[in-house]
Protein backbone atom coordinates (compact mmCIF):
# COMPACT_ATOMS: atom_id res chain seq x y z
CA UNK A 1 0.00 0.00 0.00
CA UNK A 2 0.95 3.54 -1.01
CA UNK A 3 -0.44 7.08 -0.24
CA UNK A 4 0.49 10.18 -1.80
CA UNK A 5 -0.12 13.13 -0.91
CA UNK A 6 0.84 16.23 -3.13
CA UNK A 7 1.37 19.90 -2.37
CA UNK A 8 3.14 22.96 -3.80
CA UNK A 9 0.32 24.19 -6.50
CA UNK A 10 -1.16 27.39 -5.96
CA UNK A 11 -2.14 30.63 -8.47
CA UNK A 12 1.34 31.96 -10.73
CA UNK A 13 1.06 34.24 -13.35
CA UNK A 14 2.06 33.12 -17.13
CA UNK A 15 5.59 32.68 -17.59
CA UNK A 16 6.35 31.68 -13.52
CA UNK A 17 7.44 28.58 -11.84
CA UNK A 18 5.83 26.21 -9.43
CA UNK A 19 7.16 23.23 -7.70
CA UNK A 20 5.51 20.36 -7.05
CA UNK A 21 6.12 17.36 -4.58
CA UNK A 22 4.41 14.49 -3.84
CA UNK A 23 5.37 12.69 -0.44
CA UNK A 24 4.89 8.67 -0.52
CA UNK A 25 4.67 6.33 2.21
CA UNK A 26 5.58 2.95 2.59
CA UNK A 27 9.06 1.39 2.87
CA UNK A 28 8.48 0.32 -1.02
CA UNK A 29 8.83 3.76 -2.69
CA UNK A 30 11.91 2.88 -4.65
CA UNK A 31 9.97 -0.36 -6.14
CA UNK A 32 7.44 2.41 -7.93
CA UNK A 33 7.57 4.12 -11.09
CA UNK A 34 6.59 7.49 -10.86
CA UNK A 35 4.07 9.67 -12.91
CA UNK A 36 2.30 12.90 -13.06
CA UNK A 37 -0.53 13.83 -14.33
CA UNK A 38 -3.25 16.58 -14.80
CA UNK A 39 -7.02 17.70 -15.31
CA UNK A 40 -8.18 20.60 -16.70
CA UNK A 41 -12.26 21.17 -15.73
CA UNK A 42 -14.55 19.82 -18.45
CA UNK A 43 -11.25 17.57 -20.30
CA UNK A 44 -10.04 13.99 -19.42
CA UNK A 45 -6.59 13.18 -17.32
CA UNK A 46 -4.03 13.25 -19.43
CA UNK A 47 -0.19 12.24 -18.87
CA UNK A 48 2.41 15.08 -17.44
CA UNK A 49 5.58 13.04 -16.86
CA UNK A 50 6.66 10.02 -15.32
CA UNK A 51 10.02 8.62 -14.45
CA UNK A 52 11.31 4.84 -13.58
CA UNK A 53 12.09 3.56 -10.36
CA UNK A 54 16.09 4.00 -10.29
CA UNK A 55 15.41 8.09 -11.69
CA UNK A 56 17.10 6.73 -14.99
CA UNK A 57 14.82 6.91 -17.51
CA UNK A 58 11.98 9.58 -17.63
CA UNK A 59 9.20 10.45 -19.91
CA UNK A 60 7.20 13.59 -21.02
CA UNK A 61 4.41 14.66 -22.62
CA UNK A 62 4.61 16.90 -25.67
CA UNK A 63 2.53 19.63 -23.76
CA UNK A 64 5.23 19.92 -21.42
CA UNK A 65 8.42 19.16 -22.78
CA UNK A 66 11.27 21.87 -22.44
CA UNK A 67 9.26 23.60 -19.73
CA UNK A 68 8.62 20.63 -16.76
CA UNK A 69 11.28 18.55 -15.16
CA UNK A 70 10.16 15.42 -13.01
CA UNK A 71 12.86 13.74 -10.46
CA UNK A 72 12.55 11.64 -7.52
CA UNK A 73 14.50 11.58 -4.12
CA UNK A 74 14.35 7.42 -3.21
CA UNK A 75 15.86 8.41 0.33
CA UNK A 76 13.26 10.77 1.00
CA UNK A 77 10.47 9.14 -0.79
CA UNK A 78 9.14 12.41 -2.92
CA UNK A 79 8.69 13.08 -6.38
CA UNK A 80 8.92 16.23 -7.93
CA UNK A 81 7.56 18.55 -11.03
CA UNK A 82 9.21 21.35 -11.43
CA UNK A 83 7.20 24.01 -13.96
CA UNK A 84 8.74 26.46 -15.69
CA UNK A 85 7.49 28.78 -18.04
CA UNK A 86 3.97 28.19 -17.41
CA UNK A 87 1.22 28.73 -19.49
CA UNK A 88 -2.87 29.62 -18.72
CA UNK A 89 -3.54 26.05 -20.70
CA UNK A 90 -1.28 24.41 -17.94
CA UNK A 91 -4.40 25.38 -15.43
CA UNK A 92 -5.02 21.72 -13.89
CA UNK A 93 -5.70 19.49 -10.54
CA UNK A 94 -2.03 17.82 -10.85
CA UNK A 95 -1.98 14.16 -9.33
CA UNK A 96 1.27 12.16 -8.85
CA UNK A 97 0.87 8.39 -9.27
CA UNK A 98 2.42 5.16 -8.52
CA UNK A 99 3.12 2.55 -10.56
CA UNK A 100 4.44 -0.94 -9.03
CA UNK A 101 6.59 -2.54 -11.40
CA UNK A 102 9.78 -4.57 -11.15
CA UNK A 103 11.22 -3.16 -14.11
CA UNK A 104 12.80 -0.43 -14.91
CA UNK A 105 10.30 1.36 -17.36
CA UNK A 106 7.68 4.28 -17.22
CA UNK A 107 4.27 4.28 -18.36
CA UNK A 108 2.11 6.62 -19.32
CA UNK A 109 -0.65 5.00 -19.39
CA UNK A 110 -2.36 5.99 -16.41
CA UNK A 111 -5.03 2.91 -16.18
CA UNK A 112 -1.39 0.97 -15.05
CA UNK A 113 -0.85 2.99 -11.87
CA UNK A 114 -1.99 1.51 -8.83
CA UNK A 115 -1.84 4.64 -6.41
CA UNK A 116 -3.17 8.17 -6.55
CA UNK A 117 -2.57 11.24 -4.84
CA UNK A 118 -5.59 13.51 -4.18
CA UNK A 119 -4.14 16.41 -6.27
CA UNK A 120 -2.89 20.05 -6.00
CA UNK A 121 -4.64 22.53 -8.08
CA UNK A 122 -2.49 24.45 -10.43
CA UNK A 123 -3.73 27.93 -11.46
CA UNK A 124 -1.69 30.20 -14.62
CA UNK A 125 -3.04 33.50 -14.60
CA UNK A 126 -2.60 35.73 -18.51
Known amino acids: QVQLVESGGGLVQAGGSLRLSCAASGRTFSSYAMGWFRQAPGKEREFVAAITKNGYNIRYAESVKGRFTISRDNAKNMVYLQMNSLKPEDTAVYHC???????????????????WGQGTQVTVSS
Open 97 to 115: AADYRPIGSATINEFEYDY
